[in-house]
Structure formats: C-alpha cells, structure tokens
C-alpha cells in the first residue's frame, strides 16, 4: 500500500485529498513515463461525478505538457477503459472514478497496456513525484506538445464488443436495471436492447452530485423493490463506475458475487470453459461458495482482498473467473478487471441456456451467516499483533473449528481492523466477532 494509491488507485475527497495539482503531476509523470522511446498514447474515461470534469482537465494537461497524447472516451466504464487499452494500442489508461464511493470522493484509476491494474512500482515512481524526490521533469515544447483527441468511437466499440458476447439472445425478458446514476448510464440500456431484452432501466440520470445516492449495487434494496413491483424476470445494478454487479431473481432475493461465481462457475465447467476447473475468490468469499464448488467438484483458490490480487492470480495460472463478493467478476477470456455489464450478460447467457431462473441457478449454494465489525484503532500493525489479540483470534479459531471461520485483516484504506466471523448460526457470528473486539478495546487499541 502506498502514501496515495492504495488497492484501487488514488482516492480521496475532491480537492482535499486528491487535488487538481496531484492530477496534474499524474498526468506529468505518466506522460513522461511512456513516452520516453516514442509517443505515448493514453485514453481517459470518467464517471459522473461533478468533479470528474475537473480532474481530466487537469489530467490531459500533465499529459499533453509532457509530450502525450490524450484520447478521450468522456462518461464511460472502468472497464471500456480497460477494452481500449487491451485493442487499440494505447500505452495506459486512465480512469476517473470512485466507485461505489459518495460524489463528493474521486479517484485516478491507472491501467496498463495489458489492460489491467498498473504495476505497483510505477505507483510508487509517481508517489516520488509528486513528494517532489525526484527531480522535475522536462516539459514538451514546439511540436513535441501532446494532443487532445475525442475517442468517443472507443466506447461505441466497446458496446459492441459485449453485445457480440452472449450466445443467444434474451427476447420475451424482463430485466430491470439500476445505472447507480452512474457510467453504466450511457451504455447498459444500449446493450441490453440490442440484446431484445424488454428493458426497464431506473437511476439512469446523473446530474454530477447523485451517483451511488440510494441507488445502485451498494443499496441493492432498491431494485429489489422495482424487480417485485415490476414483475420483472431478473434485475442487475451497477455501481459508480460499473465495475461490479449485484443481481436480483423474480422474487426479490439478492444475488451477490459469491453466489454469481457459483452459478457462473457451474455454467463453464458444464460447458467446457471453466479453465484449470478453478474459480478465484478472496479472502473475504462466504464459506458457502467454498462448499458449494466442493459439491460440483470445482477446485478455487484464495487471494489477498482486492480484485487487482485476483486479477494477478487468474494471469499468472490462465484461470477463467474469478472476483468477489461485493460483484467486481472476471472474465478473462472477454475482460482483464472486472466488468458489471459482462457480468450481468454471463449470468443472462446462463439462465437462458439452462433455461432456468436466476432463483433456481444461485439456490444451491447456501450462504453462512456472516458478521463484519469495523474497530478504529491508533495503529493497525500494534493491534493486529497484541499477544491477547492474537490468542482471541486463536482461541475463536479452535472454538469455530470446521464449522466456522474467523478473519482479522487491516483496512488498505483507513486506520480500521475489519474483524469478521462465519458460522452456522448469527449469535456465533456475534459471539466470537465480539470476543476479539472486547479484547482490542480492554488492551486501549480503539480509539472513538
């Protein structure tokens, strides 16, 4: 983790912890950074937050005073980003985005030519920069000043890369869809009607300040409310930068990532894809979907949390899927990150081929009561290796035994240890999630 970028990118709050003059430097050090043997080529996405404008001036002008060129996709996805720099040669990528986070927070998402999540030492190069350690760079001047190009044909490439996707069509479905007033707003209505599916899409109308408010994959409730009132089949949404998807069956009941790389999972390896015969989940997937890949005979495996991890794990072995519970789902064979508006055509593909509901494809994996309390505490590393922290830990650990699982992590992105436990019934959870955290605060390690 580093002083700026963490898991996903640099993050902060528009103009207090991320500020046009960090953009700026961003766009310098970049610029500077892959142009050095020729002239480089970066293509910027954004989502809709007011300030997303702000910070891809700022961008494209530490680019262009660098000597690169700057092609902009305007509003899009994460991912179409990532489609762009994989198919139309560009050096990297750069997306404006907080994800899931309030208006108010943005963020520099930076990918590299391979289309997937830079490499942390280049993080740190530009961290150096920024902190002034390493000397100032060389401006372009004359001819050699970068250019600014509109490349909105990109995205349009990228709707037509995920609607040549799914193997059949989904004419005579109803699928309901919230845009989290986000990037999925200008593309996911689009690709579903192509698809002939009878379309009702809601939170489809940012106005710079309502992306995430109430709506979207982190209040999932709310789709639920309109798939049910609706009578609609199945319903998905996104969140701010459509990154990631939760879905809803006909009755209303959530369907996360945990369950989506179960049923999805099942699906490949019926159809001979599921390379490896592996699905890559984190740390933090439910026991369920451990248990429920055991039963289909499906090998997984475990990474650190954050989806670049799992991303670096399905390269490195070949894997075809992988992701986490909160949505963010790789398919490597169309996508290097993860991909809501893919996602939700994979889970369609599924349900038409098996001609099945969503309901009937994610009942068969059970999901473990779960409970994740956050504790705020001074210092991360003296908390999390306090001799009478550890032996909570353990003792909760032996207590659980095969039944159950314990799990203390340090956030990557506030001063906070996540304490999380799963077991069979929720007063387990309670139980032991409580016991290591009455010890973190007998030992003075929280603070209010």
């Known amino acids: 983790m580093g002083k700026y970028f963490g898991t996903d990118g640099f993050r902060g709050e528009a103009n207090v912890k991320l ?26 996405g954004k989502d809709t937050r007011r300030s997303s404008y702000m910070f891809e001036y700022a961008l494209v002008a530490g680019l262009t005073a660098s000597g690169a060129d700057a092609y ?33 927070d943005n963020g520099i998402k930076l990918l590299n030519g391979y289309g997937q999540k830079i490499e942390a030492e280049i993080e740190k190069k530009i961290e150096d920069y920024i902190d002034g350690e390493i000397e100032e760079l060389p401006l372009a001047t004359k001819e050699d000043v970068g250019r600014t190009i509109d490349f909105a044909s990109g995205r349009n490439r990228y709707i037509g890369h995920l609607i040549s996707i799914p193997s059949r069509d989904f004419k005579g479905l109803r699928v309901g869809l919230d ?11 689009s690709v579903f009607e192509a698809l002939q599916a009878k379309t009702y899409v809601i939170n489809n109308t940012p106005d710079g300040t309502n992306i995430n408010t109430n709506c979207g994959s982190t209040h999932i409730e709310v789709l639920q409310k309109f798939v049910v009132e609706k009578g609609l089949d199945i319903g998905f949404a996104y969140d701010g930068d459509a990154d990631r998807c939760i879905a809803v069956d006909h009755l209303g009941n959530v369907v996360d990532g945990d369950k989506i790389m179960y049923l999805c999972g099942k699906y490949l390896k019926e159809q001979g894809r599921l390379a490896g015969n592996t699905v890559v989940t984190t740390v933090m997937s439910n026991m369920g979907l451990y248990k429920a890949l055991e039963n289909e005979g499906i090998n997984y495996e475990q990474t650190a949390v954050g989806d670049k991890y799992v991303a670096e794990n399905m390269l490195k072995n070949g894997y075809s899927i992988g ?70 830990v353990e003792a909760a650990r032996t207590a659980l035994g095969n039944d159950g699982r314990i799990l ?30 009455e010890v973190i605060e007998a030992e003075g390690l929280a603070v209010e």
């Open 72 to 104: 902009l996709l305007h509003v899009t996805t994460t991912p179409s980003v990532s489609y762009a720099v994989r198919t139309e040669d560009f050096d990297c990528g750069i997306m404006i985005s907080a994800s899931h986070n309030p208006f108010y």
């Open 408 to 437: 203390v992590r340090e956030s990557g992105t506030e001063p906070v240890i996540r304490v999380m436990v799963e077991a069979d019934t929720d007063e387990l959870c309670y139980k032991y999630v409580n016991s290591v955290i």
């Open 323 to 392: 992701g986490e519970q909160s949505g963010h789902i790789i398919f490597s064979r169309y996508a290097a990150t993860g991909d809501g508006i893919l996602t939700s055509l994979m889970i369609m593909e599924a349900c038409v081929e098996k001609k099945a509901t969503l309901c009937d494809l994610a009942k068969e994996m059970r999901v473990y009561p779960q409970l994740l309390r956050n504790v705020r505490v001074e210092d991360k590393k003296a908390a999390q290796e306090n001799p009478k922290v550890v032996a909570a």
């Open 179 to 189: 845009c989290s007033n986000g990037s999925s707003s200008a593309i996911a209505k």
């Open 19 to 44: 500020t046009v003059n960090h953009a700026f430097k961003v766009g310098r050090y970049v610029g500077w950074y892959y142009g050095r043997e020729h002239k480089a080529k970066i293509v910027i």
